[in-house]
C-alpha cells in the first residue's frame, strides 16, 4: 500500500489576501512535491478564497510530518483546510429504508470500482434490504424507528456510524427526517438525495406537488442535510422534461434515473474532495 | 389568400365518454375532408378528454359554414373548441419595458418568417424602444405606467389592443404586474416569462435569489398570466446549468438565452394551437 | 389473469389515404370498445401512414376473435399492424459479455416491476456474470464465441433463444458484432447499445474516437440491429458534456450512465410497443 | 482609459515541468500584483502545461513593461503566452452570407454590450445585409465569390480584414469554404459554427443528412477553421431533441436556436481568452 507515494489533496478556504496562490505553490514547490491539479475560486463579494490542491510529494517524503507541516502553513496563513492521502480510503456509512433504486445504484457503482471508498455498515429503519446488503457484503443493521422512539434510534445510529469510523453519511432515499440533534452529534458530512428540484417543492410527496403544479420538468437535488429541512448547501441538481402525458407514477419513474444520477456525483464529487461547503453554499472543483 | 383551400385546426375537450375519437373523426371523413394530424389525451383522473385535429376540406368548401356546422357538432357532443384556420393570421399584441432581448428575439423569429402572425403594435411604459419598434415597422405606443395611474395606464392599453384586434398579449420582460383587472378585461390569452424555474423564485429579482440559494441550475418559465403573480398554467420550462463561479451578472446573462429560447417556444405553440390551458396546468399537443 | 379485460395494443401502417383515422376508431367504437390512446403520424414525403391505438374491448369480449377480425379489417385496409394483449408479457432475452452496468441496470429494472416482461434467459460469451443471472432466477447460458466457431456459437444462441420463445432481444454491451446470418434467422428484433453519438464514432472504441476528435459531448444510442455494424434504425439518443479534463476513463464513466438510460428508455418504448421501424428510422409514439 | 489598472490575462503553455505553478504565480506576487483568477491544466500523456491567470497589477505600474517583462520569464521557462489588457478592446470581422440569425445574434450582442469587443467590419458575399450592418452602426464590404474569383475575393477579403486590423474572424453561418491558402495568411484565428454534431454529418447540407440519418438530436458545433473542411478543434457543441413530426425544415428551425447559442458562447470564450487550441482539440477554461 505505501509501494507508491500517494497523493494528496487539500481543500482550503480562509479570507482572501494578496499572493495566496503563490504562497501554496511555493511551499508545495520547496518540498520538492510536484503539483497534479489545482483550481482556486474567489468570492469577491464575501472576500473568501478557496482553493483545492492536489500534489504528489518527493518519493520518500513522511507523509503524516508532510501533512501536519502543510496544516500548521495554512493555519498560519489564516486558512482553514481538510486534508486527505489517496492511500487512506474514507468510509461510507448508508442510511436507507425500502425503496431500494439510490441503494443498488450506489453499490453496484462502488462494486465496479467507481467509488474508492469502504462501505463498513448500511443502517435502515426497514428489514427489506438486509438480504441485498448481505450480497454486497456488507453489514446490515435494522434501527426500527418511530416518533415515540426517534431519540433513542438516532442514538443507535450514531453509535454505529461512530464504531464504524465513518467519514461521511449517505441517505439513499431514507425516508426519516434526521433531527437537528442528530446532525450535530454525528459529527460528519450527511449527503442527502431529494426528489426534486430544489427549492421548489420541498418538504414530502415532491412528485405529486410537481403533478398538481404541472412544471414541465422535474429534477433532483443532492445537498448536505441541515438542521432545516431540504434547506442544506446544495452539491448537485438535474432535471428530466415531462408532460401532460405523465400521470405522477410516471413522474416518480423519471424522477429515479434522476436521482441515481445526481445522487451519484454528488458523492463522487464529495469523495475526491471536490466540496467546500459554505453558509448555505458549496463550491464544486470539478 | 382563397386560392388554396386553408387547412383548420380544432382544439377540443370536455368530459370523457366513448367514441369521442370515432365520432370527431367520422364527422371530418363524412365531410370528404382529409385529416392531417390528430392527437388526443385523456386525463382519467379528471375525466376530461382534449383533442387537436388538423384537416383540410375539399376543395370548394364553403369554410365558415363547414366551420359553424363542426363548431355545432362539437356542442352536441358536450365539448368546448378552439377553432383556427390557416389562411387568417393570428394577431399578437407587444408588452415590453426598457430590457429589449426577448422583444428583439421576438420581432427578428417573426420577420423572418419563423412567427405567422401579425403585429399590429407594441406597448411599453417606457419610450426606450420606440425606434426599435419603427424598424421593425411597428406601431408603438408609449403608455408610462405609475402607482398613482396604473389604473388608467390599463384602461389605456386595452383600449389600445382590443382597437387593434389582439387574439392574445406577450409580455417580453414587461416589467409590471398586470391586475387582476386588466386580465379579466382585455378578453385574450397574456404569455408571460419569467426568469426563474417556477415555482422557485417566484416574484422579484429571480436571479438574485437563485444566487442567494446557491442552485446549481437556473430556469426561465413561460406561462399563461392569471391574477396570482408567477401563478398561471405553465406552457414551457428549461433550465441552464451555473456554478460558484457565476456571479449574479452571470446568471442573469445566461438566463437571457434560456428566456427568448423558451419564451419563443411558448408563443410558437400558442400561434400553432397546441395549447389547452385547463385548472392550472396546460396539454401541449407539441 | 383473465379477470379483468385487457387492453390491447396496435401498431399499424400502410400507404397514406383519406378516412384512416375515422375508419380505425369507427370500428373499434363500432365493437363498443373504448379507446384509451391514440397516436398517428403521416410521412408526408414517403406517403406512409404509422397509428398506435390502445383500446380496452367491451367486457364480455373474446379477445383472439377480436383481434383476428382487427387484423382482418386493418388487412383491408391494406395496411400491416402489429398487435398485443395486455395479460400476455413479452419475453426478453439478454445477450451480454463481462461488462456488467447494463446487465445490472436492465434487471434491477425488471425486478423492480418497471418491465413489464418475462426474462427467460440470459446467454454470454463469457461465464462471468453467471452468479448474477443466477441471483436475479434467470437461466444462464454460456456460449463462448471465436472467430473458427461463430457460426456454430450464433446457431446455438438462435436454437436457446427461439427455445424460449424470445419475442424481442436485447445486446447488454453484448461486445459482438452479430452476423446478417444471425439477424436474418433469429426472427425477432435485437436492440443494441453503442457507447458513441451515431452516426458518430461507430465501431470499435468510440470513446477514444471521441477523445481523439475533442468533442465537447459524448453520447449513446439504443437502435436496431441491422447487417450493417452501428446503422440501424435509431430509438433514442442522449448525450453528457464533456471537457479538456476528462481522460478516456472518464468518457468511459460518464458515458455508463448515458447508455443505461438511454438503453433502458428504448427497452421500455419496445415492450409498450411505441416503436415503429420503416427504412432506417423509427417512429416513437411517446 | 488608464484611469483604473487594467487586468491582464495570460494564456500560457508548453513542456510540463515541477513547480511551474510555484513560479509563474511567484513571479505575479513578487511585482505586488493581485492573481484574480488562475485555472491550469496538465495534458499527463502529452505531457503539456496549459495555464489561464487573470491579475491585477499594483496601481502606477508601467503595463507594457510589466506584460513584456512576463513574457520573456515565460519563454525562459519554455512556454508559448497569449497576453491580453483589458482596457484594449479586441477587433472582430464578421463574414456572413444571406442566412441572417448569427449575425443579427452576434449583433444584438455586442449592441448590448455583451462581448466586449469592437466590430470594425462586415464582410459578405451577398448585398443582401447591407442594410441591417449599417443599422448596427458598422462598415459593410460586399465582396462576391465564385468559383473562377475565388482567389481573387479571398485575397480582397485578407486585405480589408488586416486593413482593420481584426484580431479574429468569424463565420456567421458564411456558406463559403475558406481555402487553406486564406487561413495561412490571414494571420488570425477563424471561428466557425457548423450546423452538426461535428464529426456526425460534415459538409454541405447537414439537416438533410441528420433527417436521412433518423438522429434523435441535432447539433452544432463552434470550431476553429482549419484547411480540412469542418475538421479543426472544438471549442463548443450542443444539441436539441428532434422525432419524427420534425420534417427537414423543422430541424432548420430549431438548429438556428442551436446555432446562435452555440456560436455565441465559443466567442464569449475566445474573447476572454479562455480558449487554447493545441493539436485538433482546445482547452477551455470556463
Same mark, same amino acid.
Given at each position: ?85 489517496? !492511500?487512506? #480510503?474514507?468510509? %461510507? *456509512?448508508?442510511? $436507507?429504508?425500502? &425503496?431500494? +433504486?439510490? =441503494? ?76 437537528? !440533534?442528530? #446532525?450535530?452529534? %454525528? *459529527?460528519?458530512? $450527511?449527503?442527502? &438525495?431529494? +426528489?426534486? =428540484? ?85 463550491? $464544486?472543483?470539478?
Amino acid at each position: 500500500m505505501k509501494e507508491e507515494t500517494p497523493t494528496l489533496t487539500a481543500l482550503l478556504f480562509g479570507p482572501d489576501q494578496k499572493g495566496l496562490v503563490a504562497k501554496t505553490s511555493g511551499w508545495i514547490f520547496a518540498c520538492e512535491a510536484n503539483i497534479l491539479h489545482a483550481d482556486q475560486h474567489t468570492d469577491l463579494e464575501e472576500g473568501i478564497f478557496f482553493q483545492r490542491i492536489v500534489w504528489q510529494p518527493r518519493p520518500g517524503t513522511d507523509i503524516e510530518r508532510h501533512l501536519e507541516a502543510f496544516h500548521a502553513f495554512i493555519q498560519e496563513l489564516g486558512m482553514q483546510a481538510e486534508l486527505a492521502r489517496s !492511500d487512506v #480510503l474514507p468510509k %461510507v *456509512g448508508v442510511l $436507507v429504508s425500502k &425503496i431500494s +433504486h439510490c =441503494f443498488h445504484d450506489f453499490m453496484l457503482r462502488w462494486k465496479s470500482g467507481e467509488f474508492l471508498c469502504e462501505v463498513p455498515l448500511v443502517i435502515s429503519n426497514h428489514a427489506d434490504l438486509a438480504d441485498e446488503a448481505a450480497a454486497y457484503g456488507v453489514p446490515f443493521h435494522h434501527v426500527p424507528v418511530a416518533a415515540a422512539t426517534k431519540a433513542e434510534a438516532e442514538a443507535r445510529q450514531i453509535a454505529l456510524l461512530q464504531e464504524a469510523g465513518v467519514d461521511f453519511v449517505i441517505m439513499a432515499r431514507y425516508m426519516q427526517v434526521l433531527s437537528a !440533534d442528530f #446532525l450535530n452529534t %454525528v *459529527g460528519c458530512p $450527511v449527503i442527502n &438525495i431529494h +426528489h426534486s =428540484f430544489l427549492p421548489a417543492f420541498a418538504g414530502a410527496k415532491p412528485y405529486h406537488q410537481a403533478f398538481a403544479r404541472g412544471v414541465k420538468l422535474i429534477g433532483a437535488t443532492a445537498h448536505y442535510a441541515t438542521a432545516v429541512l431540504d434547506d442544506g448547501p446544495i452539491i448537485q441538481q438535474d432535471v428530466a422534461r415531462v408532460n401532460h402525458r405523465h400521470a405522477v407514477q410516471d413522474l416518480v419513474r423519471k424522477g429515479r434515473d434522476l436521482e441515481k444520477v445526481v445522487f451519484a456525483q454528488a458523492i463522487r464529487w464529495h469523495l475526491e474532495h471536490r466540496v467546500l461547503a459554505y453558509g448555505n453554499k458549496t463550491v $464544486v472543483f470539478d
